[in-house]
């Protein structure tokens, strides 16, 4: 068995856990709960030997890189990160409401990536830097915060605004709203690591740190939106629905810079969708 066997199993263990999740949410099944959180970590393992065995298989074909350069590589990794940043907060907590989106967030990503080329190739000589795992790295764990920002926002907004009477169950709207804050807090600290980073590498690369690629220019946009919401918070004292908005726009601009640009010519190109 292989890497994109143990990937494509481990959609559907993802895809259990939220199942799990649900039951536990809906009906007050606190076995169901427990469950879902063995499940989900499972998930999270079984993701990580993926990860790792992709990368052993690429040094078996003669050509070793870290599983991180193309459109799969990069869902499977950003799956990865939800799925660690959510059992964080899970055990932070100790509230697994949070669990239903966010497995469900690292289900899709990884069904999304079912659907693209899973070919191991070598890396296009712009890929080839020890800058690579450093740029990934720090983005991805920028966007997975985003992402369960974006997803605890919606639970805001819905319940605020005459949600489901099962919403009720969630935790109060200051803790929403407080988690939020940090998701992003944390998440800008990192996207702000994997522009610098990203830069560096720009210059090793192609001689200049920044050129106004589409995929740089987006990403300045997104760190714009959260700067703009972290300085609302700060300075404006900013809080509940006008943070869960930003919060969803940032995430807009963030899911633009990741899939959107892709299709716009660049020197980021490498990474369009096939």
């Not at 191991?120 to 920002?149: D, E, M, R």
Request: proline fraction near 3%.
């Amino acid at each position: 068995m292989n890497s994109s066997s143990i990937l494509s199993i481990i959609t559907f263990v993802y895809g259990a856990a939220v199942f799990l999740y649900l039951v536990d949410w809906v009906f007050k099944k606190s076995m169901a709960g427990r469950v879902a959180t063995v499940v989900t970590i499972i998930a999270f393992l079984g993701n990580t030997a993926g990860i790792l065995m992709r990368w052993a298989e690429s040094y078996q074909m003669g050509f070793g890189r870290a599983p991180l350069s193309n459109l799969y590589e990069s869902l499977v990794f950003f799956a990865w990160c939800i799925a660690l940043l959510y059992i964080f907060i899970e055990w932070k907590y100790k509230n697994r409401v949070f669990g239903i989106l966010s497995t469900a967030l690292a289900c899709c990503a990884m069904a999304y990536a079912s659907l693209k080329p899973d070919q191991i190739q070598p890396l296009i000589p712009a890929l080839k830097s020890n800058w690579l795992i450093a740029h990934v790295f720090t983005c991805f764990i920028g966007y997975a915060s985003f992402a369960i920002a974006f997803g605890i926002s919606l639970i805001y907004l819905l319940r605020r605004f005459g949600g489901p009477a099962m919403l009720e169950r969630l935790p109060a709207d200051n803790l929403l709203d407080d988690l939020t804050h940090q998701l992003v807090m944390f998440g800008f600290i990192f996207l702000s690591a994997g522009i610098i980073t990203g830069s560096v590498w720009a210059n090793s690369a192609w001689g200049r740190y920044w050129g106004w690629d589409p995929k740089e220019t987006w990403s300045l946009i997104t760190w714009f939106v959260y700067a703009g919401l972290l300085h609302a918070r700060f300075m404006r004292g900013w809080q509940g629905t006008r943070i869960a908005v930003l919060s969803i726009v940032g995430f807009l601009a963030v899911l633009f810079t990741y899939f959107g640009v892709n299709y716009l010519p660049g020197l980021h190109s490498y990474g369009a969708p096939s």
